[in-house]
């Protein structure tokens, strides 16, 4: 069934770029709808045309809210399109929901190509598509040059809880092991890659996908998923920081166990940066009791996202609320949170 | 041989952590004088897998957390002038100057840009003509030679609005003086890698002659760091004093010559302010004479104010080895990396970052 | 300061060079290391070599090290 977005626009399209013109919706702001919304997708409840969308609804609801402001808008691998969509689908699938409904905001730049906001909902509407969900609600505004950085994105989701499923990041126990769904630091260094003033180049591509079909099938393998999170700012080492936390356990991660593309290496080394601590958009941290582990594992490594899943640890009842990690060369550390800003150490 | 996996080999590390267990009979301190010996040490967990023998502690090594406050105040103040880019390596921008931090000065509006290389400088300045470009200049000698270079380089592309704030410090004067106010006793010294690559391993010499202390240069690798200490131990062991080469596909004897020469070419010793230490003679670089119209200090005139240092901040202590992080009362209570007080835990090579960050002392 | 490292020279165009590791490229200059050829190892810091690798010295140094490891870390 194919999909729309339903935008309330508060400006006009002329030539080619967005700009303040109108200041309420009228004919001309419809006109943009027809042209170019429409035209790209449609959808009944969003061809109903209503201040809000209604859906039928029963069991748990999860319920996500984010925003989105990367820069550049356009990366290798991405944009702020699919960004948006699989960032908010991800929130929901780490709770063990089924993503159902997204709304979608944008905040636009005076001036903004309208060519890029083309781009940016055709990548929306693939990545909604492949994640399965609908974009049922959604708004547009247009601020003075200056006062966006180009584009926005906010966006809210819920999703339905499956019976029988209880995660939460304090859920974790001493024993249970911690898998990674894949290579860490690929988003993170896209995106870097794309800077200006950084001056390396890479094949490198963002690994921005939606999560919630490899979820669907961990949670066929086993209900007992403890805990899911997605190690999005701050990277894998901050949010087994917060797993610990919430959970009040130890965490013992194997530094030779946690794949890592040799580009982002490279491109660490270079920076002087951790990949620990560097963003993912497409992977997810598992912690699940010994007794399930093998099926889990299994299940993901057969899924497109999770082909090189791996166990990377286990929970522990040594230093609890605290990460430690043994390198590469027989000694152990402690891995703290992201502290700030990752900045490319010259040092 | 790509130069970096084959020396992080496990095998060879619990070879090389064996010996040093085995022949490390003689309590020992070592001091490493390289913000990136501290931040790999921690890294890699080295001081958990030596023996109770030896005891690491780090020098005055970071060249962010050595400079004085009164230059972080000029460094703002220039952000501040009316058509200036500042442009500036990452670990600037957050340390606290005496009222504000670069970070503050571009959240209210002055244009600070972060910057990888000197040469991303240059191309600002190329590109924006209508302003003029502010390079802080911070480093020792791995760092000055490249900016030396930018200097030559803006020269030959008639490049005018290029300019340079030298805050670029040589290490050896301040080992000296460091040995000299004889505050910790040492048993050995860890020589800077990179610093080395440019001087040649020549440079520590004086230190092995005249204070009898056994030096070995070292790279930043895990085996490294290793050999590097097991070099000093058998020195120790053996009571010898040398310099030694414990990273020798990167330094040599002599060093960089064409480094060096671009270097004095374009900088000239200068008396210079540490944090912590003091005045040391000969220690800083200026811009010579014949290059004056790329010295932003000669250029632009600033008012920085009065510049003081935050009360109860041990920085000085830390840095020059007397203290570790542990002993200072604002250690992750008032001072943290998200609200840093003093240079040491904001620069990502100060020795209260890493103990911060990577727990502290962990012997297990 | 003392970030440096090894990449790879894939080209050189006066005293520029394209240089590259694990499949990530960047400029370098080479104004202090005037020597340095294509196919060299060259330590990089701030986008300038600093100085080009010795391969023998390296070989040389983790044949030490595999001594070392084999005789249980004893001196041979």
Redesign the interface.
């Known amino acids: 069934m194919p999909r729309i977005i339903y935008m309330a626009v508060t400006a006009v399209a002329e030539q080619d770029r967005i700009l303040l013109a109108h200041g309420s919706g009228g004919k001309m702001a419809h006109e943009l709808i027809s042209k170019s919304f429409i035209r790209e997708l449609s959808n009944p409840l969003l061809a109903k045309m209503d201040d809000s969308a209604v859906v039928p609804f029963s069991g748990k609801l999860a319920f996500t809210t984010d925003s989105y402001v990367v820069s550049p808008i356009f990366f290798p691998g991405g944009d702020i399109g699919r960004l948006a969509v699989c960032g908010t689908v991800n929130d929901l699938a780490m709770s063990g929901a089924r993503p159902l409904y997204l709304s979608l905001a944008f905040i636009i730049e005076e001036g903004f190509p309208y060519d890029d906001l083309a781009k940016i909902v055709a990548s929306v509407k693939g990545a909604a598509r492949e994640a399965g969900v609908q974009i049922v609600t959604g708004d547009t505004k247009v601020v003075h040059r200056g006062s966006a950085d180009k584009l926005f994105i906010n966006t809210s989701g819920i999703g339905m809880i499956p019976q029988g499923v209880n995660i939460s990041g304090s859920n974790a126990r001493p024993g249970d092991v911690v898998i990674l769904s894949g290579t860490i630091g690929d988003h993170g260094i896209a995106v870097l890659s794309k800077r200006e003033g950084l001056s390396f180049s890479t094949k490198l591509k963002s690994d921005c996908a939606p999560l919630g079909g490899l979820v669907a099938d961990m949670l066929k393998a086993s209900r007992n998923i403890n805990c899911m999170r997605d190690p999005t700012r701050g990277g894998l080492a901050t949010t087994l920081n917060e797993i610990a936390q919430q959970s009040n356990v130890g965490i013992r991660i194997d530094e030779e166990a946690i794949p890592v593309r040799e580009e982002v290496m490279a491109a660490c080394e270079m920076l002087g940066l951790d990949p620990l601590y560097i963003a993912n958009e497409g992977k997810l941290i598992a912690v699940v009791p010994p007794a399930d582990a093998r099926a889990v594992l299994k299940a993901m490594r057969k899924h497109p996202y999770g082909k090189n899943a791996a166990i990377i640890g286990k929970v522990t009842d040594e230093k609890p609320g605290r990460v430690v990690m043994n390198t590469r060369i027989g000694s152990s550390r402690i891995v703290d949170m992201l502290t700030g800003d990752p900045l490319p150490r010259i040092c | 041989?790509?130069?970096?996996d084959?020396?992080?080999?496990?095998?060879?590390?619990?070879?090389?952590?064996?010996?040093?267990?085995?022949?490390s009979r003689t309590n020992v301190r070592f001091m490493e004088f390289?913000?990136?010996?501290t931040v790999a040490i921690?890294?890699?967990?080295?001081r958990?897998?030596l023996p109770p023998t030896i005891e690491m502690v780090s020098g005055p090594g970071?060249?962010?957390c050595v400079t004085s406050n009164s230059d972080i105040d000029k460094c703002i103040a220039f952000s501040q002038l009316p058509g200036v880019i500042v442009a500036t390596?990452?670990?600037m921008?957050?340390v606290p100057g005496s009222r504000s931090s670069l970070q503050r000065a571009k959240a209210e509006g002055a244009d600070v840009?972060?910057?990888?290389?000197?040469?991303?400088a240059l191309s600002m300045a190329r590109d924006s003509t209508d302003k003029s470009v502010v390079f802080l200049g911070?480093?020792?000698e791995?760092?000055a030679?490249?900016i030396a270079?930018s200097i030559?380089?803006a020269q030959e592309q008639k490049i005018v609005n290029y300019h340079v704030f030298s805050m670029h410090k040589l290490t050896p004067p301040v080992v000296k003086a460091v040995l000299d106010a004889g505050e910790v006793k040492i048993g050995g010294i860890v020589c800077?890698?990179?610093?080395s690559?440019?001087t040649g391993s020549q440079a520590w010499e004086f230190v092995a002659r005249d204070y009898g202390i056994p030096c070995v240069v070292s790279g930043?690798e895990?085996?490294d760091i290793l050999?590097c200490i097991?070099m000093l131990v058998e020195q120790v062991e053996g009571g010898r004093s040398e310099v030694e080469i414990a990273y020798?596909?990167?330094?040599c004897h002599e060093g960089?010559i064409?480094?060096q020469k671009?270097m004095h070419r374009v900088f000239q010793p200068s008396p210079a302010e540490w944090r912590g230490i003091g005045q040391v003679p000969g220690s800083g670089l200026k811009l010579r004479e014949k290059y004056s119209r790329f010295d932003a200090e000669r250029v632009f005139e600033i008012e920085p104010g009065e510049s003081f240092e935050p009360d109860g901040c041990i920085c000085g202590e830390v840095l020059r080895g007397v203290r570790t992080p542990h002993d200072c009362a604002l250690f992750n209570s008032v001072c943290?990396?998200?609200s840093p007080v003093g240079p040491c835990m904001v620069?990502?090579?100060g020795t209260c970052a890493a103990y911060?960050?990577?727990?502290g002392d962990?012997r297990? | 300061m003392c970030l440096a490292v090894p990449l790879l020279i894939k080209s050189i165009n006066g005293k520029d060079a394209d240089a590259e590791m694990g499949g990530v490229s960047r400029p370098v200059s080479l104004w202090l290391t005037p020597e340095a050829k294509v196919g060299d190892y060259v330590l990089v810091h701030t986008g300038y070599a600093i100085s080009v690798l010795n391969k023998a010295e390296a070989e040389e140094t983790l044949r030490l090290l595999v001594e070392i490891a084999a005789m249980g870390g004893v001196e041979g």
């Not at chain 2, 800077?192 to 610093?195: S, T």
Request: net charge positive; hydrophobic share 35%; charged share 20%.
């Open positions: 041989m790509k130069f970096i084959e020396f992080r080999r496990s095998d060879l590390a619990k070879g090389l952590v064996s010996r040093i267990v085995q022949r390289c913000g990136g010996h921690f890294k890699y967990g080295i958990q897998l970071c060249p962010v390596f990452g670990d921008l957050k840009r972060m910057v990888y290389s000197a040469l991303d911070i480093g020792f791995t760092t030679p490249t270079a030559l380089q800077p890698g990179h610093v690559v440019i930043f895990p085996l050999q097991s020798s596909r990167g330094v960089n064409e480094a671009l943290t990396p998200q620069s990502s090579e911060y960050l990577y727990g962990s297990g």
